[in-house]
């Protein structure tokens, strides 16, 4: 029997509206979410994934700004308007898109966002506060997935996890929470070896590697939960993700799809964090108020 495809993109509708009554309560309350986009650069994957970022603060009602500096900018003009914007009480969330060109330092970049404006979750102390299990901010994709999960109603308690990919951004986030939710957890890598060894035997395979349709049906354990992170395009023009959905999809359980999974859920978690920021600001106003 063929997998059940988990429509990430109904999910994220759903929760986007939700979002919108949140984001209604906040500006009733005198708040109004605000996120701000800074793109270095004209890369075109880059300008797409943004503008649909930008679309999503439009239709939820989070004020956007887009910041677009050319490829060739000083870093220290970026820094300085980094720690203006961490400065600004109106603005709730910071995101810089990356990558970055070479002349950037990313991991300084991402220090120099405030901890409480990180609303990528990719500041070393919301990382921190995440492998604790007291996360503030949780990365977007991997908190997309956990909710994908619990939509479907995944019980994760026990079950063998493995991840394909040790990213910061996806890996070890996702590895993080799954551990939270009690799943056994392997990381798989560049290093691996005998990789389908480790995909045969899991329960929840995610794969997250950037490398277009290399995890196929035969690798896949029968009524395996299949989570597709990559997204790559092919000399065709397709788009598809690091798993072959028409093999697999024979023989998983539940299965994401490339595109409409996981990428939908990845900017609606951002806006999320956006709006937890935005909440968080409103109470501490709300406490400071005189009585």
Known sequence: MAAVTIDGKALALDLQAALQIRVQALIQAGTRPALTVILVGADAASQVYVR?????????????????????VDPTIVFDRIAELNADPAIDGILVQLPLPAQFDESAILAAISPDKDVDGFHAANVGALTQGAP????????????????????????????????????????????????????????????????RRADVLVAAVGRPLMI???MIKPGAIVIDVGINRLASGRLCGDVDFDSAKETAALITPVPGGVGPMTITMLLTNTVEAAERRSASVQAGAPH
């Open 52 to 72: 649909n970022k930008v679309q999503g603060c439009e239709r939820t009602g989070i004020v956007s700004a887009m910041l677009h500096y050319p490829s060739d």
């Open 136 to 199: 503030r901010f949780i990365p977007c994709t991997p908190y997309g997935v956990m909710k994908m999960l619990e939509k479907e109603k995944v019980e994760l308690k026990g079950k063998e996890a493995v991840i394909i990919g040790r990213s910061n951004i996806v890996g070890k986030p996702m590895a993080a929470l799954l551990l939270a939710k009690g799943a056994t957890v392997t990381i798989c890598h560049s290093q691996t070896r005998d990789l389908a060894f480790h995909t």
């Open 216 to 218: 196929t049906g035969e």
